[in-house]
């Protein structure tokens, strides 16, 4: 194997889902709904199917999703596209993968909020890229500025961002996000900002597009998905948005890793985007339910909970159980009550004491998934 794949081994996600299939356990890891999308979605995609929509669609996107994301765009936000300000991918993933591959030269320094999604570590380093972490701390995750600022250095060329974050669940507010848009500015720095889950915000918070502030515009990449946005995370439909050149960066990696995916689906999307926003709200509401549930219940056991401002992510604390270690806990989790959740360790650095009690739990399910989950877990205590 070539050295780019040194330590960064599989995603966590494929292993602990294996882990729940061989142990009959119920999957509080992997964050996938239980539930599809609206019908109407599904069925544009069959409409696509057999309207011939089969073939490869174009590699920048077909036309109908560029333009309902410049319609999305405008509406939720007020950010005025034009269609060369935005490109299809497969998925988030591969956003991710093209931005980075495509502005990141090797030795570069990538500044990138800790926990990190996993992906992210994986692309930093395939680009020979270098991470330059900034902590979110437990309890409530908010971001150090000054911590930002102090990560960034003359070989800096991006900022990854992630909001609202996975697996925090923490929303960066207004007010973060113009510590960011501040650094970047003074700094002439790039953003990359992941916002997969930016319908899925709960409370009084807000999401924020990075790009909406002062400034920020040409310098942000932003990324969304309709796995996380329209409960399609199997479809791998995403989109990067930003100024054209930038733009063209992340198409002209992406032409080279999937060049184009999704041909009927991509139709489906696009009627998504246009006709399905009561979706959003009708999902952050049954959400909001699930997340209290959830919550209560685990910390009815004991754990240490920090309820999430967003995403269908909690993560809990569980040395309030005398656990150390989130692996050790999750692996034997698995095996005494048959219940699967993540070890938030793998989104921090190697040996950080920071996530080493750290557990992820996904209330993107059933309430009867939960509910059996939440037995199993007062069963085995
Ligand atoms: N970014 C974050 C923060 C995620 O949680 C995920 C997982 N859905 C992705 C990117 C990947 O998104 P996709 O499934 O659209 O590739
Ligand atoms: N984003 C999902 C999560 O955080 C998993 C995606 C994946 O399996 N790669 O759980």
Not at 151 to 173: C, D, E, F, I, M
Not at 212 to 224: D, H, N, Y
Not at 235 to 256: C, D, H, Q, R, Y
Not at 289 to 317: I, M, N, S, W
């Amino acid at each position: 194997t070539a050295r780019r794949l040194e330590g960064v081994g599989s995603t966590i996600f494929a292993e602990m889902s294996a882990l729940a299939v061989r142990t009959g356990s119920v999957n509080l890891g992997q964050g996938f709904p239980d539930l599809s999308g609206p019908a109407s979605v599904v069925e544009a995609a069959y409409d696509a199917m057999r309207a011939g929509r089969n073939q490869y669609p174009p590699g920048h996107g077909s036309p109908e999703l560029v333009a309902a994301v410049v319609s999305h765009q405008r509406r939720h936000y007020g950010l005025e596209l034009t269609p060369d300000q935005v490109v299809v991918t497969t998925g988030a993933t591969e956003a991710v993968a093209a931005a980075v591959l495509g502005l990141v030269d090797p030795g570069d320094e990538v500044v990138v909020l800790e926990p990190y999604y996993d992906s992210y570590r994986a692309m930093v380093q395939f680009a020979g890229g270098v991470r330059r972490p900034v902590t979110l701390r437990a309890p409530d995750y908010r971001l150090d500025v000054a911590e930002l600022e102090a990560a960034v250095t003359p070989r800096t060329k991006l900022v990854l961002l992630n909001t609202p974050h996975n697996p925090t669940g923490h929303v960066l507010s207004r007010a973060e996000l113009e510590g960011v848009a501040d650094v970047a500015r003074r700094h002439d720095l790039v953003v990359v900002t992941d916002e997969v889950y930016e319908h899925l915000v709960f409370d009084d918070h807000r999401h924020v597009p990075l790009a909406t502030l002062p400034g920020m515009f040409e310098r942000t990449v932003t990324i969304s998905s309709s796995g996380k946005t329209f409960s399609f995370t199997g479809w791998k439909i995403g989109w990067a948005s930003g100024p054209a050149e930038l733009v063209a960066a992340v198409e002209g990696a992406k032409n080279w890793l999937s060049y184009s995916s999704g041909a009927p689906f991509q139709p489906a999307v696009a009627h998504a985007l246009e006709h399905e926003d009561a979706f959003h709200e009708a999902l952050r509401d049954d959400l909001l339910a699930k997340r209290d549930h959830l919550c209560a219940g685990l910390a009815e056991l004991g754990l240490e909970v920090h309820v999430p401002q967003g995403t269908y992510f909690v993560t809990t604390d569980v040395s309030s159980l005398g656990w150390e270690d989130s692996m050790a806990f999750c692996l034997g989790l698995a095996e005494r009550a048959r219940v699967v959740a993540i070890p938030s360790q793998v989104f921090y650095e190697d040996g950080s004491e920071e996530g080493r009690h750290l557990v992820r739990w996904a209330f993107c399910k059933e309430r009867e998934v939960i509910d059996e989950g939440l037995r199993r877990l007062r069963g085995a205590r």
